[in-house]
């Protein structure tokens, strides 16, 4: 069986995004404040696991981390819940570098921390 979680890069997640799917950060609390992609949703992966989403069962999400291990991760969670979940390819990292925006919780511009 293979484990590897499908990847998107951060084209083809913007354009999902675009497209109506749902864009999940499951970076810590510090990381998420510090800078963000304006358009997700936070929840750390340290509470997904333990928290039932059966809104997300049936959608799209695109998940995003600051490298890709963790978002990778969740996929496999929301997966084995029955959502369609794809990580993006180098987190927040690949996400900044690609000129995606990043805010801070405050809604200045962020940095990927």
Known sequence: MNDAAPQVTVDQARAMVAGGCHLLDVREPY???AGHAPQASHLPITQ???TWLPRWSKRR???LCRSGSRAADAVRILRSRGAEAYAVAGGMNAWREAGGPVVSS????GLVA
């Open 31 to 33: 990381e998420w404040e």
């Open 48 to 50: 997904l696991a333990s």
């Open 61 to 63: 999400v695109i998940v």
């Open 106 to 109: 405050g809604g200045a511009p």
